[in-house]
């Protein structure tokens, strides 16, 4: 993509100056079009047991809702770099939007449970496109000196995404199921307005051809693979056929793209770009990293209703302190990274993360939510120096022309780690809650009255006690993952990046 002609390129030393209003612009579109995509996965969370009694069908059929659109989120993101080289970015951002917003208008028409499903697909397909993009036109706008305070405003959505999703959700059922969705369309609409008026026109000049054999072997792939991972935790194994049969075809379609790539001069996922050393070991730290993140992540909240017997709303507020904790660090860490580079941020804050998650493998069915916000804080703080910064690790050395590229191949890494990392803490937990008969009755006393009429009060602290011991130890394989993600971390820079050959100077909106 070339540079607008009537843009102005910022003097030699503008790039370490603070971000000025423009940027701020930009980033604010880019974060408008971030929280709608990230709240549509954890929003119709809470919606569930709504989508089971309204459309009459069963937890398993329901939870499509979600696997759906997740899967075509997945499934487009390998498309973005490409699409973005060719149409620009402010165009396919503005396409992803309507997508998105047509997609959401259509799940509050839904009829029956399949439509919804379907509906959730063409979400998806917009969805999927917002983050990579939003990255890519934040990072051109603010140049490579300024990645480190961009990447901190664009991950608040990130991190608030997942704890903000069960209250919003949980207020808006209250009203009506549709909401959900509709709320998308006032928001979405401003944002596409927004985008039209503060993103700088830009003039793409396509010399790529396009990768069709990647894209036959890449985006089935990665969907057919993330299908059978997101199905460890309704199978509870995973030698289920419905597990092994997609996974390993989406595994041979992976490996077979990673064989075409690497001959192929403009492939649809550039993984020449592993030759950045920079890039590869943020990869490795970003998918360590995420999976035992967004793995531990569904603990707590699952903890919080089946142990405690709170409401997903309840939970939802109970989980408020990481994310201000992260509000904190983030934008210090942002800074920091611009002046000292990644390395010694990223470490300090997955250490943060694994001293506050060593706390949570010692939960019982009474601790004190006072430690439990204490420690979710402390752990908020190490989240706001880890995930951003390892983004930045990886796009701050890339050429302008390498950035679209670079944010595709990390969100990528970033929704396969989540479903992993999803998959593995589930089925550890389930493994750990089953066999006992008490903390089965517990468990099913919480939604079932009669239950905790019959069984003796003794017996039912009991299985609580064990079910809390349970989640402890579920606990220690997050602690385990986040203390091997120091290994990759310590190979992140540790000194102010430099300016790569062919990068522009930052793109200023608004002159």
Same mark, same amino acid.
């Given at each position: 993509?070339?540079?607008?002609?009537?843009?102005?390129?910022?003097?030699?030393?503008?790039?370490?100056?603070?971000?000025?209003?423009?940027?701020?612009?930009?980033?604010?579109?880019?974060?408008?079009?971030?929280?709608?995509?990230?709240?549509?996965?954890?929003?119709?969370?809470?919606?569930?047991?709504?989508?089971?009694?309204?459309?009459?069908?069963?937890?398993?059929?329901?939870?499509?809702?979600?696997?759906?659109?997740?899967?075509?989120?997945?499934?487009?993101?390998?498309?973005?770099?490409?699409?973005?080289?060719?149409?620009?970015?402010?165009?396919?951002?503005?396409?992803?939007?309507?997508?998105?917003?047509?997609?959401?208008?259509?799940?509050?028409?839904?009829?029956?449970?399949?439509?919804?499903?379907?509906?959730?697909?063409?979400?998806?397909?917009?969805?999927?496109?917002?983050?990579?993009?939003?990255?890519?036109?934040?990072?051109?706008?603010?140049?490579?000196?300024?990645?480190?305070?961009?990447?901190?405003?664009?991950?608040?959505?990130?991190?608030?995404?997942?704890?903000?999703?069960?209250?919003?959700?949980?207020?808006?059922?209250?009203?009506?199921?549709?909401?959900?969705?509709?709320?998308?369309?006032?928001?979405?609409?401003?944002?596409?307005?927004?985008?039209?008026?503060?993103?700088?026109?830009?003039?793409?000049?396509?010399?790529?051809?396009?990768?069709?054999?990647?894209?036959?072997?890449?985006?089935?792939?990665?969907?057919?693979?993330?299908?059978?991972?997101?199905?460890?935790?309704?199978?509870?194994?995973?030698?289920?056929?419905?597990?092994?049969?997609?996974?390993?075809?989406?595994?041979?379609?992976?490996?077979?793209?990673?064989?075409?790539?690497?001959?192929?001069?403009?492939?649809?996922?550039?993984?020449?770009?592993?030759?950045?050393?920079?890039?590869?070991?943020?990869?490795?730290?970003?998918?360590?990293?995420?999976?035992?993140?967004?793995?531990?992540?569904?603990?707590?909240?699952?903890?919080?209703?089946?142990?405690?017997?709170? $409401?997903?709303?309840?939970? /939802?507020?109970? =989980?408020?302190?990481? &994310? @201000? !904790?992260?509000?904190? *660090? #983030?934008?210090?860490?942002?800074?920091?990274?611009?002046?000292?580079?990644?390395?010694?941020?990223?470490?300090?804050?997955?250490?943060?993360?694994?001293?506050?998650?060593?706390?949570?493998?010692?939960?019982?069915?009474?601790? $004190?939510?006072?430690?439990? /916000?204490?420690? =979710?804080?402390?752990? &908020? @703080? !190490?989240?706001?120096? *880890? #995930?951003?910064?390892?983004?930045?690790?990886?796009?701050?050395?890339?050429?302008?022309?390498?950035?679209?590229?670079?944010?595709?191949?990390?969100?990528?890494?970033?929704?396969?780690?989540?479903?992993?990392?999803?998959?593995?803490?589930?089925?550890?937990?389930?493994?750990? =809650?089953?066999?006992?008969? @008490?903390?089965?009755?517990?468990?099913?006393?919480?939604?079932?009255?009669?239950?905790?009429?019959?069984?003796?009060?003794?017996?039912?602290?009991?299985?609580?006690?064990?079910?809390?011991?349970?989640?402890?130890?579920?606990?220690?394989?997050?602690?385990?993952?986040?203390?091997?993600?120091?290994?990759?971390?310590?190979?992140?820079?540790?000194?102010?990046?430099?300016?790569?050959?062919?990068?522009?100077?930052?793109?200023?909106?608004?002159?």
């Amino acid at each position: 993509m070339t540079q607008p002609p009537d843009s102005r390129a910022a003097g030699p030393d503008s790039a370490s100056d603070a971000l000025d209003a423009a940027v701020f612009k930009v980033a604010g579109v880019v974060v408008l079009g971030a929280i709608m995509s990230i709240l549509d996965i954890t929003v119709v969370t809470i919606a569930l047991p709504k989508f089971q009694t309204e459309f009459h069908t069963s937890t398993a059929v329901a939870a499509w809702s979600m696997t759906g659109y997740t899967l075509a989120l997945a499934s487009v993101i390998p498309l973005t770099g490409w699409a973005a080289d060719r149409f620009g970015t402010k165009r396919l951002y503005m396409m992803a939007l309507v997508l998105f917003v047509f997609g959401s208008m259509l799940c509050a028409t839904a009829w029956n449970i399949e439509t919804l499903i379907a509906f959730r697909v063409i979400q998806g397909l917009g969805g999927g496109m917002l983050m990579p993009l939003g990255m890519t036109i934040m990072t051109h706008a603010a140049g490579p000196q300024r990645i480190g305070r961009v990447m901190a405003v664009l991950g608040v959505p990130m991190l608030l995404g997942p704890i903000l999703g069960p209250i919003l959700g949980g207020w808006l059922i209250g009203f009506s199921w549709k909401l959900i969705f509709l709320i998308n369309v006032p928001i979405g609409i401003v944002a596409l307005v927004l985008a039209l008026v503060v993103f700088p026109a830009d003039r793409p000049e396509p010399s790529q051809s396009f990768d069709l054999l990647g894209m036959v072997l890449a985006s089935p792939g990665l969907a057919l693979f993330l299908f059978g991972v997101s199905s460890i935790p309704e199978k509870h194994t995973v030698m289920a056929a419905r597990v092994l049969i997609p996974a390993a075809l989406g595994l041979v379609l992976m490996v077979a793209f990673v064989f075409h790539a690497l001959r192929t001069e403009h492939p649809l996922i550039d993984l020449h770009l592993f030759r950045n050393r920079s890039l590869t070991f943020a990869v490795l730290t970003m998918l360590l990293f995420a999976v035992a993140f967004f793995g531990s992540g569904l603990l707590l909240p699952t903890y919080l209703q089946q142990v405690r017997g709170e $409401s997903a709303l309840a939970a /939802g507020l109970l =989980l408020a302190p990481q &994310g @201000l !904790g992260a509000m904190v *660090t #983030m934008p210090i860490a942002g800074r920091l990274v611009d002046k000292i580079g990644p390395g010694k941020i990223v470490l300090t804050g997955v250490s943060i993360i694994a001293v506050a998650l060593l706390f949570f493998t010692r939960l019982h069915s009474d601790t $004190s939510y006072v430690l439990i /916000g204490v420690a =979710l804080f402390v752990m &908020g @703080l !190490g989240m706001g120096c *880890t #995930m951003m910064p390892t983004m930045t690790a990886a796009i701050q050395t890339l050429t302008h022309e390498q950035v679209a590229r670079g944010s595709t191949l990390m969100n990528i890494v970033n929704q396969t780690a989540a479903s992993i990392g999803t998959a593995v803490i589930s089925v550890v937990l389930t493994n750990q =809650l089953t066999g006992n008969k @008490l903390i089965g009755l517990a468990i099913a006393s919480r939604s079932q009255p009669e239950i905790a009429a019959q069984v003796p009060p003794d017996a039912l602290e009991s299985g609580f006690s064990a079910a809390a011991g349970a989640f402890a130890h579920t606990y220690i394989v997050a602690v385990i993952l986040v203390v091997v993600t120091l290994i990759p971390a310590a190979f992140l820079p540790r000194t102010k990046p430099k300016i790569p050959e062919g990068t522009d100077a930052p793109v200023l909106m608004g002159h």
